[in-house]
């Protein structure tokens, strides 16, 4: 009974969690592309809002990923993802998607934007290998929460959340992903 229980709980909590785009299969191709646009400049414009130095990174770094929406859901294991564009120089240059799971005592979900900026070429290689990764929460910083006059770093990837919603209570070890996919 207590398995019945649990699972009609999961099962209710995924259908609450999924996000209300799931929708838009009836748009073309190119008006996906486009709504993805609209979304990835929006996220840039709240993030150069909130975050005026951070946001200096855009022109500075080598390259930079933007995911304008990553859904976030979990009750003990948890998982997360979403999708957004990929620029270098300025120059839109691929797609990306992000995604990972999580286990730890967590429940509830959420959704947030994150930019993950490339500092160098090495850094943005790596990721169009699929070779960036990060580990158990050390991902990303909230934009505005605390930064100085540098963006902080790490083996030459610095990434940022933003506009966090929802409701997400958690002490989890996890891994965060990514895929490119170079646009032709």
């Known amino acids: 009974m207590k398995i019945h229980t649990a699972l009609a709980s999961c099962v209710l909590f995924a259908s609450i ?52 929406s990553i859904g976030k859901g979990g009750f003990i294991i948890g998982g997360f993802g979403g999708g957004g564009l990929v620029f270098q120089g300025g120059n839109l240059v691929g797609k990306s998607s992000v995604g990972g799971g999580t286990i730890g005592a967590q429940i509830g979900g959420q959704s947030y934007a994150q930019v993950t900026f490339f500092q160098d070429k090495g850094a943005f290689d790596k990721f169009k290998r699929g ?54």
Request: charged share 25%; with cysteine.
């Open 17 to 68: 969690a999924l996000p209300a785009g799931c929708s838009d299969s009836k748009m073309t191709t190119e008006e996906k592309q486009q709504a993805t646009r609209e979304d990835v400049d929006a996220t840039i414009a709240k993030f150069k809002k909130k975050d005026p130095v951070a946001a200096k990174e855009f022109g500075k770094a080598y390259a930079y990923a933007v995911y304008p």
């Open 131 to 184: 070779e960036v990764a990060f580990n158990a929460g050390a991902s990303a910083v909230a934009a505005g929460a605390g930064t100085g006059t540098v963006v902080p770093y790490k083996d030459g990837v610095a990434s940022y959340v933003i506009t966090p919603e929802g409701l997400m209570a958690e002490a989890v070890v996890g891994g965060q992903t990514f895929s490119f996919e170079p646009i032709k």
